[in-house]
C-alpha cells in the first residue's frame, strides 16, 4: 500500500469516528431535548452567540466567530477555534469564570468555552469544547462506578502529622502532587476558586498553594449557605459553583452552565481535577462584577444556595443533578479571647471519597482563618486546643493540645501556634479518611480553642544523671533543666529503681516533649506507628502524646514484638523463637523495652529530646572493668 493510500485509509477512519461520535451524541441530545449541530457540519467563517454572566444573575449574548476546528487537540478530542466579539469581550477578553458558557449557531448548541490561549492576549480567542464529548460524560452516570479514595495514607503522612506534626513542605508538596490532575494552566480557563469571608493576610498565604491546584484565587462577598434547597433553579448561561466549604466561610469553583434539561445540568467545559465520578456540593451563583485585566479577567462570584450535586468531573466537563443532596460533615470551631471574647464559626466541608486527600488543605486554611480573627493584631500567642471527630458508628476520637511557637516559620506555616493547631484537626480528618482500611464515615467535627496573648513555652536545657553505673535494685535518679522563654531555669527531678531481676547491660533514659519523643520513637521503632487495620490506627491517633507535656521513659534493650497492635516485650529466648517461626504479618519486631513512661503535665509548651545512658553492673561483676561517662543524643 503506498503512502497516499495508507493516509486515505486513516482519514476515512478519522471521518468514520467522528460520525459514530456524533451519531451517538445526537442520539444522547434527543435524550436531553437539545438542537445541537454536529462538528462535522461546523466551518469557519460561522457566527453565532454565546451565553454568560457579566454581572447578577441574567445570562447575557456575546458574538462568536469560527475560525477552525483544532483536529486531536486532546487524545481523540477535537476543540473549535472561535472568535469572541462583542463590546463586553472586546473589554474583558476571555474571562475567568466563562468556562462552560453555551455557544450557538443557528440556534443550535455546539459547545461550551472552555479554553484562552496565552496572556495578554490583543484579540478574544477561545477553545469551544464541542457539545458531543460533554454529552458522553452525562453519559457514564448511567453506569456510575463506586467512588474510590483518591490516594492511600502512607502517601502522605496524614498519620504523622498528627503524631509529630507537619513539616514546612508537607501541604506544598501535597498541592504539587494534586497539581498533574488539573489540566494544563497553559491552555484551560482558569476557573475562580472563590474566598469568602478570609482575610487578606490567610488568601495571600493560601494563594501559591492554590495556584498550585491551578486555580485562581478570588476574594467573593458572602458565604455559601449550608442548607440545601430542593428546587433550586439554572438555566443555560447561569453562573454555577461548585463547592467545598460553605456556612461562615467558603470556599468554591465558579463556571458556567451549558445544557439544563429537567433536573440534570452540564457546566465549565472542562474537568476540574478529572476525578470520575465525584459528590460535590453544587450551588447557584450571582456574579458581583467582572474585572478586567490584561493578564486575565475574571468574575468576582458569590456563591448562593446549595441547589444540587456535581456528579461527574471529566476532561470535557461535568455533570450536575438539581435536587440532589450532597454529602457533608458539619464543623464547629469555637474560639475565646481577651481580645475577641467568644465567637463560633459554623463550617460545613464537602464529603467526597475522590477528594479526601485534598479536602484537609481547605479544612486546615478554614480552621486558620477562624483561629486568627480571635488574635489581637499580631501579638505573640498560645493556643489550648480541644478537638473531637465523631464517627458514624458512635465512636469519637478526641485531641487536646497546647501551641506557644518559640519561632514562628511563617504566618501560616507550620512552626506557628495557629499553623501547628490547624494542622492537628486537619491531619487527623485527613489520617481518618485517607487509609488502607474500611472505617466509618466521619460524622462531624468540633474544635474549641483558648487563645491567650504571650508565649508560654520551654526547651529542655540538661538531664544530670545521679551516677553513671547502677546495679540491678538501685535506684537512679536524673535532674532535668527546663529553659523557659523567659529566661528562668527550673528543675524537675525523677528517680527509677533498676528491676533486680534485669540482665540488660545498660539503662536509657529519654527526656523530651510530646513531639520530640514520639519522633524519636518513630526512628527507633517505626513499626510502633505503621498500623495493620481500622482499630490500630484509631489507638495510634487517641493515643498521641501532647505538647504541654514532659515525658521520661526509662528503656533497656530486650527483644520483643507488636502482635495484633499490643507490644510485647523482654521474650524469652525460647518463646522469640517461636513467634519468629509462625510470624504473620501483623507481628512486627521491637528494638527495646519500655519499663516505666512518666508523664509530667506542664502550663506550657514543652519542645527538645535528652538521652543519657547508665551501664548496668551485674551483681559480682569485676569492677575493673566498670566504664564511666554518660552518653547523651538527640535533640528536637
Not at 460520525?19 to 434527543?30: E, H, M, Y
Not at 469572541?84 to 469564570?97: F, I, K, P, Y
Not at 479514595?149 to 502517601?155: K, Y
Not at 474537568?271 to 474585572?291: E, Q
Request: aromatic residues 6%; hydrophobic residues 40%.
Amino acid at each position: 500500500m503506498s503512502e497516499r493510500q495508507r493516509t486515505g485509509v486513516f482519514n476515512r477512519l478519522l471521518r468514520t469516528c467522528a460520525l459514530l461520535l456524533w451519531t451517538s451524541a445526537v442520539a444522547a441530545a434527543q435524550s436531553w431535548d437539545l438542537n445541537i449541530l454536529p462538528l462535522d457540519q461546523i466551518k469557519p467563517g460561522m457566527q453565532g452567540v454565546g451565553k454568560t454572566v457579566f454581572t447578577g444573575e441574567g445570562a447575557e449574548e456575546f458574538g462568536v466567530q469560527v475560525l477552525d476546528i483544532i483536529r486531536n487537540f486532546y487524545p481523540q478530542t477535537d476543540l473549535i477555534l472561535v472568535r469572541l466579539t462583542g463590546d463586553r469581550v472586546e473589554q474583558t477578553g476571555v474571562v475567568s469564570g466563562m468556562s462552560g458558557s453555551p455557544v450557538y449557531l443557528d440556534g443550535k448548541l455546539i459547545g461550551a468555552v472552555a479554553v484562552r490561549f496565552g496572556e495578554f492576549a490583543k484579540e478574544p480567542i477561545a477553545g469551544v469544547m464541542p457539545i458531543g464529548y460533554m454529552l458522553e460524560v452525562a453519559d457514564t452516570e448511567r453506569t456510575r462506578p463506586q467512588a474510590v479514595r483518591s490516594a492511600f495514607s502512607g502517601e502522605y503522612g496524614f498519620m504523622r502529622n498528627v503524631l509529630v506534626g507537619a513539616d514546612a513542605n508537607f501541604w506544598p508538596t501535597l498541592a504539587q502532587t494534586w497539581s498533574g490532575r488539573a489540566m494544563n494552566q497553559q491552555s484551560r480557563i482558569e476557573s475562580p476558586l472563590v474566598f469568602s469571608g478570609f482575610t487578606d493576610a490567610v488568601l495571600a498565604q493560601a494563594a501559591p498553594l492554590m495556584r498550585t491546584l491551578g486555580f485562581q484565587l478570588v476574594s467573593g462577598g458572602g458565604a455559601t449557605a449550608a442548607n440545601f434547597q430542593a428546587h433550586g433553579k439554572l438555566e443555560p448561561g447561569s453562573s454555577v459553583s461548585q463547592v467545598f466549604i460553605s456556612g461562615d466561610l467558603s470556599i468554591d469553583v465558579t463556571g458556567t452552565v451549558t445544557a439544563v434539561d429537567r433536573n440534570r445540568i452540564l457546566a465549565f467545559g472542562h474537568h476540574i481535577f478529572n476525578l470520575g465520578p465525584t459528590r460535590l456540593p453544587m450551588a447557584s451563583s450571582r456574579v458581583l462584577t467582572t474585572l478586567s485585566s490584561l493578564m486575565g479577567s475574571n468574575k468576582m462570584a458569590s456563591s448562593q444556595d446549595i441547589i444540587g450535586s456535581m456528579r461527574q468531573d471529566r476532561l470535557a466537563g461535568g455533570y450536575g443533578e438539581l435536587g440532589t443532596a450532597p454529602a457533608q460533615v458539619p464543623v464547629v470551631v469555637q474560639t475565646h479571647s481577651a481580645a475577641q471574647g467568644r465567637r463560633a464559626f459554623s463550617l460545613y466541608l464537602a464529603d467526597d471519597p475522590a477528594l479526601n486527600n485534598l479536602m484537609p488543605l481547605f479544612l486546615r486554611i478554614a480552621v486558620f482563618q477562624c483561629l486568627v480573627v480571635a488574635q489581637l493584631a499580631a501579638a505573640p500567642c498560645s493556643v489550648q486546643l480541644e478537638g473531637a471527630v465523631d464517627l458514624a458508628d458512635g465512636s469519637r476520637i478526641t485531641v487536646e493540645d497546647f501551641f506557644s511557637a518559640e519561632q514562628s516559620l511563617g504566618f501560616m506555616a507550620a512552626g506557628s501556634e495557629f499553623g501547628d493547631a490547624s494542622d492537628l484537626i486537619a491531619s487527623l480528618l485527613g489520617a481518618l479518611w485517607v487509609s488502607d482500611f474500611a472505617s466509618p464515615a466521619v460524622s462531624r467535627i468540633t474544635l474549641s480553642a483558648n487563645i491567650a496573648e504571650g508565649e508560654r513555652y520551654a526547651r529542655i536545657h540538661s538531664v544530670t544523671p545521679d551516677r553513671a553505673e547502677v546495679n540491678p535494685g538501685d535506684s537512679v535518679a536524673v535532674a532535668i533543666e527546663l529553659a523557659h522563654h523567659d529566661g528562668r531555669i527550673t528543675t524537675i527531678r525523677q528517680s527509677l529503681a533498676v528491676p533486680k531481676t534485669t540482665t540488660s547491660s545498660s539503662l536509657t533514659v529519654l527526656v523530651g516533649g510530646g513531639r520530640a519523643l514520639t519522633q524519636y520513637d518513630v526512628q527507633t521503632n517505626p513499626e510502633k506507628f505503621r498500623p495493620k487495620n481500622y482499630n490500630e490506627l484509631k489507638e495510634l491517633l487517641k493515643g498521641r502524646r501532647r505538647n504541654d507535656r514532659l515525658y521520661v521513659q526509662w528503656r533497656v534493650p530486650a527483644p520483643g514484638l507488636i502482635v495484633g497492635g499490643e507490644e510485647l516485650a523482654d521474650l524469652p529466648p525460647s518463646v522469640m523463637g517461636i513467634m519468629n517461626h509462625r510470624r504473620v504479618s501483623e507481628d512486627r519486631p521491637l528494638r527495646d523495652r519500655l519499663l516505666e513512661e512518666r508523664v509530667l503535665p506542664q502550663d506550657r509548651e514543652i519542645a527538645g529530646f535528652k538521652r543519657v545512658v547508665f551501664r548496668i553492673i551485674p551483681a559480682g561483676g569485676d569492677p575493673s572493668r566498670r566504664e564511666t561517662g554518660i552518653e547523651a543524643a538527640g535533640e528536637w
